[in-house]
C-alpha cells in the first residue's frame, strides 16, 4: 500500500509561481513512477506530468510543457510540481498518482491516488 499526501496548492496571480509537494508512504516509493494530474470543475481529470521511478524519464502534458517541472527525492519520498508563468487555465485540484508503471501513470491507471490539493490562478 502507498498513501500520497499532496500539498502546496493555495492562490496566485497568473504569472505567479507554485511547487507542489506529493509526499509519500512505505518503504517502496523508490520503485513506483509518479505522476500529477488535474481536474478543472465540469471537466474530467487529465494527465499533466509523470516520472519514472528513478527520476532518469518524464513526461508532460502539451499544455504544461516549457512551464511545469516534475522532480522527485527518493530520500524524502517525495514528488514534486513546480509550476511556473500560471494561467487562470491551470486553475484545478491537483492530485498526485503512483504506480509500478510508468505506463499506466501516465493514462491515469494508476492504482494509488491522493486527495488533491486546489490551485486557483487569479487574472
Known amino acids: 500500500q502507498v498513501q500520497l499526501v499532496e500539498s502546496g496548492g493555495g492562490l496566485v496571480q497568473a504569472g505567479g509561481s507554485l511547487r507542489l509537494s506529493c509526499a509519500a508512504s512505505g518503504r517502496t516509493f523508490s520503485s513506483y513512477a509518479m505522476g500529477w494530474f488535474r481536474q478543472a470543475p465540469g471537466k474530467e481529470r487529465e494527465f499533466v506530468a509523470a516520472?519514472?521511478?528513478?527520476?532518469?524519464?518524464?513526461y508532460y502534458a502539451d499544455s504544461v510543457k516549457g512551464r511545469f517541472t516534475i522532480s522527485r527525492d527518493n530520500d524524502k519520498n517525495t514528488v514534486y510540481l513546480l509550476m511556473n508563468s500560471l494561467k487562470p487555465e491551470d486553475t484545478a485540484v491537483y492530485y498526485c498518482?503512483?504506480?509500478?508503471?510508468?505506463?499506466?501513470?501516465?493514462?491515469?491507471?494508476?492504482?494509488?491516488w491522493g486527495q488533491g490539493t486546489q490551485v486557483t490562478v487569479s487574472s
Open positions: 516520472i519514472s521511478w528513478g527520476g532518469g524519464n518524464t
Open positions: 498518482a503512483a504506480d509500478r508503471s510508468i505506463v499506466t501513470v501516465r493514462h491515469i491507471g494508476a492504482d494509488y
